[in-house]
């Protein structure tokens, strides 16, 4: 538990310091590589990614035009979308930064992920392999056809209108704020062609389990919301503790259909579909939870994460 403790003191201390955000992205993502482990696990997520886009949402990935949101500091995503759709799509950044150093981890973590041999072209592969020799980001994604915008606004996005086959995003938009994510998503639709696909994953646990497992998953549902922006309500902390029922409301308020919402439950880290989330061990004893979350389904209590898998009905207008 003191781990956990530890380390929402020190995000506290950044996070409420004038300038200390920038500065411990700085110190963590630019001076100590923390982002090289982050390409480690998007090459082991990225497969059960293109599982559900094919088997859930019915999309065939070659020809594909993949947008990446709050895609982070590495080029992971771009090189991955050459690999298997020809183009190395479209990335938005609100606050990540891609950064050269971390180039070459990426252009090993995308042809070492777990696909088919099959799936990557031949060609294709070669050309990834000799971006191992590049020295900046800026030339491996002009090689790959990639597109590139930072410093975006996710409530009014640099892209055309029904220009995208799929939207994706992962464990990012826990951290905006319910008037943000609801501006993401109405871009989100927007962006989107017509039968279209929005894949968002939301890890809904309390950002301090990660620093100590012991610390319960959801124990960031305990505290009163006055307290929680209080203790948590800087950028290196907040998050904004959606129920996954609510994160569904506000898809379908942005106009979107429902393909699937998958739970990830512990401990195992399983992913299920509606009751089998009951499977799961429970976040946080109801009787511990603040009002605003007593009335959680058991489903709710029992979520880690969720892949929420939505469409742009074929009718729609923008």
């Not at 696909?197 to 319960?216: E, G, I, K, Q, Y």
């Not at 061990?281 to 898998?309: C, I, N, V, W």
């Amino acid at each position: 538990m003191w781990r956990a403790l530890m380390k929402g003191a020190i995000l506290a201390g950044f996070g409420r310091f004038p300038g200390g955000t920038r500065l411990y992205r700085h110190l963590t993502r630019e001076r100590m590589g923390t982002q090289a482990t982050h390409v480690d696990k998007l090459r082991r997520v990225w497969p059960g990614y293109v599982g559900v886009w094919e088997g859930h949402g019915t999309l065939r990935m070659e020809g594909l035009r993949v947008w990446v949101h709050e895609a982070g500091w590495t080029p992971y995503a771009p090189l991955i979308n050459y690999l298997l759709t020809g183009s190395g799509g479209i990335l938005t950044n609100v606050e990540g930064r891609l950064l050269d150093k971390y180039l070459s981890r990426a252009v090993n973590g995308s042809l070492g992920t777990a696909l088919p041999p099959e799936r990557f072209p031949r060609g294709r592969r070669r050309r990834v392999e000799g971006l191992r020799w590049c020295m900046r980001v800026e030339d491996a994604l002009r090689e790959i056809g990639a597109e590139v915008h930072q410093d975006v606004n996710p409530a009014s996005l640099p892209l055309p209108s029904s220009s995208v086959d799929l939207c994706h995003s992962g464990g990012t938009l826990e951290h905006y704020r319910p008037g943000r994510l609801r501006g993401f998503l109405a871009e989100c639709f927007r962006i989107l062609r017509p039968g279209g696909v929005a894949s968002h994953v939301f890890d809904h646990r309390d950002h301090l389990f990660h620093a100590d497992a012991r610390w319960p998953f959801l124990a960031h549902f305990a505290l009163p919301g006055p307290v929680y922006e209080l203790l948590c309500g800087h950028p290196l902390g907040y998050h904004n503790r959606l129920l996954p029922t609510e994160v569904e409301r506000l898809f379908e308020e942005a106009g979107f259909e429902r393909i699937v919402v998958r739970r990830m439950i512990l401990p195992g880290r399983e992913y299920v579909e509606e009751k089998a989330a009951l499977r799961g061990k429970q976040g946080l004893s109801r009787m511990l939870l603040a009002p605003r979350f007593r009335p959680a389904t058991d489903e709710d209590l029992r979520t880690a994460a969720a892949h929420y898998l939505y469409r742009k009905p074929a009718a729609a207008q923008d």
